[in-house]
T-cell receptor, first 115, second 114 residues
């Protein structure tokens, strides 16, 4: 079974600076998807960015980018120019490319933005 | 377009009581699922369905029942609530067509079992 590990329960960063959230995963599959979700205090789960394992190029969405290291099974999220609205829980998630669309989540990292 | 809706938003139960958490989607999605979120454990899959009449267990199915009689609705039943079921519950849905399909989450239900 696949597992996802986020080893940083909490992180903090000064507004306008850059922060990186870590995620590692374990799988025997060669094709899969990886995701970062944001959960603000409203509880709503918001997809931030996704990465297909067969793509070598790291995904980027505006101020959010990932560092995908397939051999190391690492998938970190970099947030540039941090804003107060980025404060939230961030979850890393894995989804197999085969079968049902089950998501396996990490434990989450709570990100605080200091003004 | 309402997306994924969940009711109620909050619920308090006593041990042994039963209740149903409702989930509905208006996007004609084949896939629907239930997750529970507990502090320090992320979201864990309870049950899922790939279409009307088809359900299967996820990672933590014990104490929960589901059925899928229509494409739109996927209720989660707690037959005899226990304090260990205190959690936040999320319903999600997605289409099965194509290679990548974003899952859309409902707003969640916070359940407390006393």
């Amino acid at each position: 079974a696949q597992t996802v590990t986020q080893s940083q329960p909490e992180m903090s960063v000064q507004e306008a600076e850059t922060v990186t959230l870590s995620c590692t995963y374990d799988t025997s599959e060669s094709d899969y998807y990886l995701f970062w979700y944001k959960q603000p205090p409203s509880r709503q789960m918001i997809l931030v960015i996704r990465q297909e394992a067969y793509k070598q190029q790291n995904a980027t969405e505006n101020r959010f980018s990932v560092n995908f290291q397939k051999a190391a099974k690492s998938f970190s999220l970099k947030i540039s120019d941090s804003q107060l609205g980025d404060a939230a829980m961030y979850f890393c998630a894995y989804r197999s490319i085969q079968g049902a669309q089950k998501l396996v989540f990490g434990q989450g990292t709570r990100l605080t933005i200091n003004p | 377009n309402a997306g994924v809706t969940q009711t109620p938003k909050f619920q308090v139960l006593k041990t042994g009581q039963s209740m149903t958490l409702q989930c509905a989607q208006d996007m004609n999605h084949e896939y629907m699922s239930w997750y529970r979120q507990d502090p320090g454990m992320g979201l864990r899959l309870i049950h899922y369905s790939v279409g009307a009449g088809i359900t299967d267990q996820g990672e933590v199915p014990n104490g929960y029942n589901v059925s899928r009689s229509t494409t739109e609705d996927f209720p989660l039943r707690l037959l005899s609530a226990a304090p260990s079921q205190t959690s936040v519950y999320f319903c999600a849905s997605s289409t099965l067509a194509g290679n990548y399909n974003e899952q859309f989450f409902g707003p969640g239900t916070r359940l407390t079992v006393l």
